[in-house]
């Protein structure tokens, strides 16, 4: 299983971009980087997924360099709502095999 | 519209009295999942099932059962819950072939007294 190591917490204010970095230094070949966000006592959220480059969606923008030994989810102009765990999850390499979670970052977004 | 349901959102129960979560959905995908996540901890993943394959984790305890009498639907049995198995537990699906894209559901928080 490719284990993920990310910081344990970050802070920021309203209005500036959060980077949360990812570390997955034994990703395989196949295997998909998936990051999801969760709020207290609610399921994980889809946020978004990339295998490598650069990837883009209404919410954030997800960055993993050529060796996709790491990752980094930016979050443009945070919100006070965008305080939340953000799990970053690196897939077995054939969908329908268990994803594990590593510990998570939790992102707290002061005024 | 829920894509993943699962009732109920809280349960409470006896130590030692078994107790039954349900989930469903509605996305018609082949892959559920059972994860159970204690407080300020990622979720744990319990067991899956791939179609009608069972997976158990290695260190998921006997304690915990689960069924799966149609694609639609999944349940996880606690046998005899103890003080420790309290916790939130979540269901999430996806489809397999596809790219690993779990949906979960909203989650049953179970209390043990």
């Known amino acids: 299983l490719a284990k993920t190591t990310q910081p344990i917490s970050m802070d920021s204010y309203e209005g500036q971009e959060v980077n949360i970095t990812c570390s997955h230094n034994?990703?395989?070949?196949?295997?998909?980087i998936t990051w999801y966000q969760q709020f207290p006592s609610q399921g994980p959220r889809f946020i978004i997924q990339?295998?490598?480059t650069k990837v883009t969606n209404e919410v954030a923008s997800l960055f993993i360099p050529a060796d996709r030994k790491s990752s980094t989810l930016s979050l443009p102009r945070v919100s006070l709502s965008d305080t939340a765990v953000y799990y970053c999850?690196?897939?077995?390499?054939?969908?329908?095999?268990?994803?594990?979670f590593g510990k998570g970052t939790t992102l707290s977004v002061s005024s | 519209d829920a894509m993943v349901i699962q009732n109920p959102r809280y349960q409470v129960t006896q130590f030692g009295k078994p107790v039954t979560l349900s989930c469903s959905q509605t996305?018609?995908?082949?892959?559920m999942y059972w994860y159970q996540q204690k407080s300020s901890q990622a979720p744990k993943l319990l067991f899956h099932y791939y179609d009608k394959d069972f997976n158990n984790e290695a260190d998921t305890p006997d304690n915990f059962q689960s069924r799966r009498p149609n694609t639609s639907f999944c349940f996880l049995d606690i046998r005899s819950p103890g003080l420790g198995d309290a916790a939130m537990y979540l269901c999430?699906?996806?489809?397999?072939?596809?790219?690993?894209?779990?949906?979960f559901g909203p989650g049953t928080r179970l209390t043990v007294l």
């Open positions: 034994n990703i395989a070949t196949n295997d998909y």
């Open positions: 990339g295998y490598k």
């Open positions: 996305l018609n995908h082949n892959v």
């Open positions: 999430a699906t996806t489809v397999a072939g596809v790219t690993d894209t779990q949906y």
């Open positions: 999850l690196v897939g077995e390499g054939q969908a329908g095999t268990a994803l594990i």
